[in-house]
Structure formats: C-alpha cells, structure tokens
C-alpha cells in the first residue's frame, strides 16, 4: 500500500485526471443518476418501473487467454470483490464524496491498494509474470470492509465471478441478490479514463440484464467509471493473462 504522503499526492492527480462525468446528485430532487461518458456514446437508461437496489465498488481482475503469440486477447471472465459505496455518491449525507472524489474512486483504489484476492503462487504459463492468476481454489478473501486513506470504510457486499457455464454472476447481500447476468449493450470507456497501475487501459462500461429465471433482487447492472483492466496484449507470450481493474456497478430491480 502508498505511503500516506504519497497518496495524497496520487490522489490530486488522480482527481484531476478524472474523465469527465455527468453526475445528478440527490441534493438537487434527484435520486444517484448514472454517469454518462460525455462522449455521447452512453448506456441505455435503466427500464422504467426498476429501483437502484446498491451502487458497489468492484476491485478484482479481469481475464484473459492468449492462445498464441500475435493472436488476439480473448476475454475469459472476472473475479471481485464488491464494497456498498451508495452512500458516498454525492450529496446522500454526511459521508458523500464530491462529485470529482467519487468519479475517481476506482483509480483511487486501484493505485492505492492491493487488488483484493488471493493469488497463485505459480507464475508458469502466464503472459506476464509480474501478473499472476487468482488462486482455483479460494480466490476471495474473507469477507472485510476496504479501507482506503480519507474514507470512511466501505462494507463488503458480495462478489462477481464467472460461473462454471462462463456467466458472469453477482452475489450480494448474503445471496439476497444473485444475478447470472447477460450482456445487453456496451460502449468503450471514456478517453480519459484511467489506464491503471499496468497502464494497459480501462475496460468498457457494460449494461448487463438476467441471463435466466433464476436471479433474485435485481435484474439490470452497469459497469460505469472502470479504471484498468485492459489485456497485457499477446504481443510477447501465449497463455493465460489478468490485469487489475476497478469499475462501479449500479444494480437495479
């Protein structure tokens, strides 16, 4: 983790470099409202008749497999850990953040903390070394808050995965929500959205809604202000990859 000095100056620059966003804040009458790009190629609004159930915080990897030198990185999954950040969206109460602080949490997390799994030991067969995998067998920590400098601690919430069938899937408040999700509509991140600490670049924003019958408590999630998790690139070695990212999921049901 930063030195407590370093990151208060990582932390201006990271809320300076912040991508521009459109954040109605509930101060004004309004409810949270999603960010938009500012680019013009947004996600769908949510369905009428939906409720914003959590805005999380995610903090993991995104994966990939490079079948061989040259090729092109394919996407194989997910694994986070989600913090319930509903109350720092601004103007919810005493422990909201500005608008800037909260379009730059996720680089803030990302720069300043671990990513919060547990990793294989083994290096063999990765595209970068320095890049390890999630462990198979227990790849989430025990269940704690993340605390970052300045902030108050933000409460675990559930965790994203890739089910065995390869679904993206949410579990939540103690399976209160589970939402095997499907992928409806996506747009590249913002230009100026932050690279990560790999500087391989933000993955895009995504409008997910149930794959099947069998979700609970929410129907619709947005992946919105992602911060890294762009492929190392096939470039130099075949094998399996990750990268570190950090993104806001809005889940509505």
């Not at 030195?3 to 949270?32: I, M, Q």
């Not at 995610?58 to 509903?86: H, K, R």
């Not at 991140?189 to 690279?195: E, L």
Request: proline share 9%; charged share 10%; glycine share 12%.
């Amino acid at each position: 983790m930063l030195t407590t000095p370093y990151f208060l100056l990582a932390a201006a620059a990271l809320t300076a470099a912040a991508p521009s966003t459109s954040l109605s804040c509930h101060a004004t009458g309004k409810g949270p409202v999603l960010p938009k790009t500012g680019a013009g190629n947004d996600l769908p609004a949510p369905p009428a008749g939906v409720t914003l159930k959590h805005i999380a915080l995610g903090f993991g990897i995104q994966n990939y497999t490079c079948d061989q030198v040259g090729a092109t990185a394919a996407a194989t999954g997910a694994l986070a850990m989600l913090y319930d950040v509903t109350s720092l969206y601004p103007g919810q109460g005493s422990e909201s953040l500005s608008q800037p602080n909260f379009g730059a949490l996720t680089a803030r997390a990302l720069w300043s903390h671990d990513v919060p799994l547990n990793f294989n030991k083994s290096t063999e067969g990765r595209v970068d070394p320095k890049s390890p995998g999630a462990s198979l067998t227990e790849p989430f920590p025990p269940d704690a808050p993340l605390e970052l400098y300045g902030i108050k601690p933000m409460p675990f919430l559930g965790h994203h995965f890739f089910n065995a069938n390869g679904v993206p899937t949410f579990v939540l408040d103690g399976g209160k929500i589970y939402l095997p999700a499907a992928k409806l509509n996506a747009v590249d991140a913002p230009k100026g959205a932050n690279p990560g600490p790999q500087g391989t670049g933000a993955v895009g924003w995504l409008y997910l809604g149930p794959k099947d019958s069998t979700a609970v408590g929410a129907e619709y999630v947005y992946r919105v202000l992602t911060a890294g998790g762009v492929s190392h690139g096939c470039g130099k070695a075949a094998g399996q990859d990750s990268t570190s990212y950090a993104a806001m999921y809005w889940f509505y049901g």
